[in-house]
């Protein structure tokens, strides 16, 4: 950023409990805004002690101590972050408060929510999408692909990346469907793909033992299950095909934003309200349920996080005005 584009940036604050996951929606939110208009980001954490933690928002709202930076837009996600953009607007009105998902309190205590269309909430300052943001953008992509080149060539293509995830409070990662995830990469290994695997925090125990061993006993197959720097958006950029588990509303959009072929693995548990998100992402970038393709169709890269941050700037001049 130029001297002079520094001097005038606005101050946007991301506010999260610092999970990946988490910090991550808001943080791409607020880096597709800057990529619009100048915006300096930094990021705080929040840590209240476990009690603290545990309480509802209101409650935190009167008993948490806050120390965060002067801003001018504060971005949060997470339900440690609700508190916070409260705080931050009763002690500074001026400061525009966005938030990410649903808040699961009145949408009129912040300027702006943006929430997944799956989530089904509605008012005058409710923005909705399919998905949820992320920071997945062609420059990121090619960076990183960039960067882990050296690994990425050992790889012959065509390659398919597997990104898993893990029991939530919907859907379940049990040996059920495992199992089926690991006959699919064998089959796939033995169609002459190459794999490029990444396995989650939720991902349990014997599930990455398994991914451990495949990894170790089948050619030209790269596991990431967390040691070492994070390969993540170069496998998205390596892979010419993308799996998904069903499980995770970020790294399915995620993969959408590539533009390439996505398709779900199966988890156990009953789809609900991921079921209209299952739908949105199949009408918009033709994902189904993996049966055994070893190919699928190109379609425009999935843009809900740059759509949003226009509407973040578009109700910053509204306010401004």
Request: hydrophobic residues 40%; aromatic residues 6%.
């Given at each position: 950023?130029?001297?002079?584009?520094?001097?005038?940036?606005?101050?946007?604050?991301?506010?999260?409990?610092?999970?990946?996951?988490?910090?991550?929606?808001?943080?791409?939110?607020?880096?597709?805004?800057?990529?619009?208009?100048?915006?300096?980001?930094?990021?705080?954490?929040?840590?209240?002690?476990?009690?603290?933690?545990?309480?509802?928002?209101?409650?935190?709202?009167?008993?948490?101590?806050?120390?965060?930076?002067?801003?001018?837009?504060?971005?949060?996600?997470?339900?440690?972050?609700?508190?916070?953009?409260?705080?931050?607007?009763?002690?500074?009105?001026?400061?525009?408060t966005?938030?990410?998902?649903?808040?699961?309190?009145?949408p009129?205590?912040f300027?702006?929510?943006?929430a997944?269309?799956?989530?089904?909430?509605?008012?005058?300052?409710?923005?909705?999408?399919?998905?949820?943001?992320?920071?997945?953008?062609?420059?990121?992509?090619?960076?990183?692909?960039?960067?882990?080149?050296?690994?990425?060539?050992?790889?012959?293509?065509?390659?398919?990346?597997?990104?898993?995830?893990?029991?939530?409070?919907?859907?379940?990662?049990?040996?059920?469907s495992?199992?089926?995830?690991?006959?699919?990469?064998?089959?796939?290994?033995?169609?002459?793909?190459?794999?490029?695997?990444?396995?989650?925090?939720?991902?349990?125990?014997?599930?990455?033992?398994?991914?451990?061993?495949?990894?170790?006993?089948?050619?030209?197959?790269?596991?990431?299950?967390?040691?070492?720097?994070?390969?993540?958006?170069?496998?998205?950029?390596?892979?010419?095909?993308?799996?998904?588990?069903?499980?995770?509303?970020?790294?399915?959009t995620?993969?959408?934003?590539?533009?390439?072929?996505?398709?779900?693995?199966?988890?156990?548990?009953?789809?609900?309200?991921?079921?209209?998100l299952?739908?949105?992402?199949?009408?918009?970038?033709?994902?189904?349920?993996?049966?055994?393709?070893?190919?699928?169709?190109?379609?425009?890269?999935?843009?809900?996080?740059?759509?949003?941050?226009?509407?973040?700037?578009?109700?910053?001049?509204?306010?401004?005005?």
């Open positions: 950023m130029a001297d002079e584009d520094a001097a005038e940036a606005l101050r946007c604050l991301v506010l999260s409990d610092g999970r990946r996951g988490i910090e991550n929606q808001a943080l791409g939110l607020a880096e597709s805004c800057a990529s619009l208009r100048p915006l300096s980001i930094q990021t705080y954490h929040i840590a209240h002690h476990k009690a603290v933690a545990s309480l509802p928002p209101k409650a935190q709202l009167r008993l948490a101590k806050f120390d965060m930076p002067a801003c001018d837009i504060a971005i949060g996600c997470g339900r440690q972050a609700i508190a916070a953009l409260m705080h931050l607007k009763q002690r500074r009105p001026n400061v525009m966005v938030y990410v998902q649903d808040p699961r309190i009145d009129s205590a300027d702006l929510v943006i997944p269309e799956h989530d089904e909430i509605k008012g005058p300052n409710v923005e909705t999408m399919i998905g949820s943001p992320n920071r997945v953008t062609r420059n990121r992509i090619i960076g990183e692909t960039l960067s882990f080149a050296d690994g990425l060539k050992k790889l012959p293509m065509p390659r398919t990346a597997l990104l898993i995830g893990g029991t939530s409070k919907t859907h379940d990662l049990d040996k059920a495992h199992l089926v995830h690991m006959h699919t990469a064998k089959t796939l290994a033995a169609a002459g793909q190459s794999l490029l695997i990444t396995t989650s925090r939720r991902t349990p125990d014997y599930a990455v033992l398994d991914w451990k061993r495949f990894a170790s006993d089948i050619d030209n197959v790269w596991l990431h299950e967390g040691d070492g720097p994070n390969p993540y958006f170069a496998f998205l950029g390596g892979a010419d095909m993308i799996l998904v588990t069903e499980d995770s509303t970020n790294m399915l995620e993969a959408c934003a590539t533009g390439k072929a996505v398709f779900r693995l199966p988890m156990s548990g009953q789809a609900g309200k991921f079921q209209t299952y739908d949105a992402l199949e009408n918009r970038c033709g994902v189904t349920r993996h049966e055994g393709q070893l190919r699928g169709l190109s379609y425009p890269p999935l843009a809900e996080t740059a759509r949003m941050a226009e509407a973040v700037w578009t109700r910053f001049d509204q306010r401004a005005g």
